[in-house]
Each structure stands twice: as structure tokens, then as C-alpha cells.
């Protein structure tokens, strides 16, 4: 989960498959943190915190084994596909090779298996790497539990220390900073009690 991110969250970023996990990620990472605005009262204090998702994401050891996992499923998806892929390529050669020496009959079954197994193939494909497939089910399952923390987090700090708002740095939304009001360190430190 490198096969695309640095995407389970690495399934993520930089491409598929690894990089679906993590846009995923940090597209949900970047609402909840969004959502964890806390609305002043009049003529309060504005207070505004933000964090940093891709670091969260970089450094919290949930996320590294989580595109562990989802990396090692690719890895069976794709040899899955390579066993079916090469079955087919041998009985493509083996119907070619044979087509004048098969009888009529022996000839039209090879071709209909051959025909199965280029479907079965192709379906494999879709049924995994297609829209909503496998792939993209087992990301939103290991990246799910993922952003919950992270929101639980986020929203407890915001409510706890009455924040206005907590954004996140980075999806660009921050142009300047305090590094006083940077909440990455407590969102990680609070990620690691939960281990």
C-alpha cells in the first residue's frame, strides 16, 4: 500500500494502488480536520490550531502498518493475476501450436477454454482493480479506523482547548503558521497512547 502511496493510507498518493490509499486519506483527513471548526461565542478570542495530515501520516506507526497490510494484499492480488495471465498465454500457444493436428471438435473445446479463461482473467481484473473494487474496498478498510482516530483527536483537542479552528497544513490551506499553534506533535503523541 509501493506501489502507489506514500497511499494506505499510502493506498493511498503518488498512484495506484499505494497512492489511492493515501488520497483517499488525507481527502478524509483533510474534512475531519475541517470539521473539527468549534464556533466562537461573541466577541470571543479567535483561536486557530492546525496540523500537518501528511506527517501524521508519514510518522504514525498505525499508518505504516496498515500499508503494510495493504501492501502485501496487492502483492497476492498481483500474482493472482500474472497466475491467471500466464495460464492463458500458455493455452493460447498450446491451441496455436496444435490447431492443425486437433480434430474440429477438440479444436472449438480448447478455443471455448481458452475463451473462459481470458473472461475469468479479465474479470479477476476488474473485480479487484475495477471501480469500487477490492482494491479500493481494502483501502477504505484499513484507512477508515485510521482517520476516525485522527478526527477523535483532533476534535478533542478542539473542544477541550476551545479552539476556533483547526486546519490542515497540508492540503495548502495554511499560508502562515505559528509553530505554536502546530497540534502535529499532540495528534501523534495522542495516536501512540492509543496503541
Not at 494506505?8 to 488525507?26: E, T
Request: glycine content about 8%; proline content about 2%.
Amino acid at each position: 500500500m509501493n506501489t502507489t502511496r506514500k497511499h494506505v493510507c499510502s493506498g493511498v498518493r503518488r498512484g495506484a494502488p499505494r497512492g489511492a490509499v493515501l488520497a483517499v486519506s488525507l481527502v478524509l483527513l483533510t474534512a475531519c480536520a475541517s470539521s473539527a471548526v468549534v464556533a466562537p461565542a461573541l466577541g470571543a478570542d479567535l483561536k486557530v490550531g492546525f496540523i500537518d495530515s501528511e506527517r501524521i501520516f508519514n510518522e504514525y506507526k498505525g499508518v505504516q502498518d496498515a500499508q503494510k497490510q495493504f501492501d502485501q494484499d496487492v502483492q497476492t492480488w498481483k500474482a493472482q493475476a500474472t497466475e491467471m495471465k500466464n495460464s492463458v498465454d500458455k493455452l493460447r500457444l498450446e491451441v496455436e501450436s496444435q490447431r492443425l493436428m486437433l480434430s474440429e471438435g477438440k479444436l472449438q473445446e480448447k478455443e471455448a477454454e481458452l475463451q473462459t479463461k481470458i473472461r475469468d482473467h479479465e474479470a479477476f481484473l476488474q473485480r479487484i482493480w475495477g471501480p469500487g473494487g477490492e482494491l479500493e474496498q481494502r483501502n477504505e478498510a484499513l484507512t477508515k479506523p485510521i482517520i476516525a482516530k485522527i478526527r477523535q483527536i483532533v476534535d478533542k483537542i478542539g473542544l477541550d482547548e476551545k479552539y476556533s479552528f483547526i486546519l490542515d497544513a497540508a492540503d495548502g490551506n495554511v499560508v502562515f503558521g505559528s509553530k505554536t499553534l502546530d497540534l502535529t506533535d499532540r495528534v501523534l503523541e495522542e495516536l501512540g497512547k492509543m496503541e
